[in-house]
């Protein structure tokens, strides 16, 4: 059973991940430190619903060095090791959590169940949604190739989902998974993130070190893999 002393934590969460999302949108639009690569700007947003001022800090340590105004006024050096890794893990965190926010509603609509329990079917559609997520920022944002940007995706979400999904099976066998309709809910779910950012990290840092060396690449990558759809001829 859920106990009632989260529910102040939960709204305490959501409240500190919320403004720490505002805060970056307004440094971001307001401030003008716009990110190279766009969709950048609404994958820190995301990533500071669920890491609050972690996100926060990571954002003006490593985030807005992918910024052209920052490199107008500094000549800070750029972001390598640590700080790389996790940039290139946030899309992936945010693929999952833009992922939950659509698959929790629609398996609980759905009612569709295996074995009885629609964990199951939510633990997929989750893990679908965040492939095809993902898929597409590494195509159309990182440039990759269709074969690489689907097998990139599809590798970070599957050891992202050790951690989340892990977590989720591990609240459901446990009688600690409140309904979606409780904050708590929430509140778990983004803990559930982390762990899947933490279980994803070592892949992420692996492949980015497979990568390119230019920095402000905001993306992992892998060696290349031979396109399954290729390019149309006239």
Known sequence: MVPDYLYPVAWLFVA????????????????GFRQDKK??????????????????????????TNSAKVRE?????IQGGWGRSFTDGTPGGAAATVAHFIGVPLVV????????????VMIITIALLAIALLFLFEKFVAGLNTGRALLTAAI???????GMGGWMIFLHFSSFMPPPSDIRFFLLMQIGNIL??????PVVRVLA????????????????????IPASTT
């Open 209 to 228: 070190r497979r990568g390119p060396s230019a920095a402000h690449s905001g993306q992992a990558r892998l060696p290349d893999v031979a396109d399954p």
């Open 109 to 120: 609509t759905s009612g569709l169940t295996i074995a009885g329990t629609d964990l199951w």
């Open 16 to 31: 500190v991940g919320v403004i720490s999302a505002a805060v970056i949108l307004y440094d971001v639009h307001s401030r």
């Open 73 to 77: 006024l500094t000549t800070s050096p």
């Open 156 to 162: 970070i979400v599957l050891a992202f989902d050790v």
């Open 39 to 64: 969709a950048m700007e609404a994958i820190w947003a995301i990533t500071a619903l669920y890491f609050g001022p972690v996100a926060l800090l990571a954002y003006y340590k490593w985030g807005r």
């Open 196 to 201: 899947g950012f933490i279980t994803a990290y």
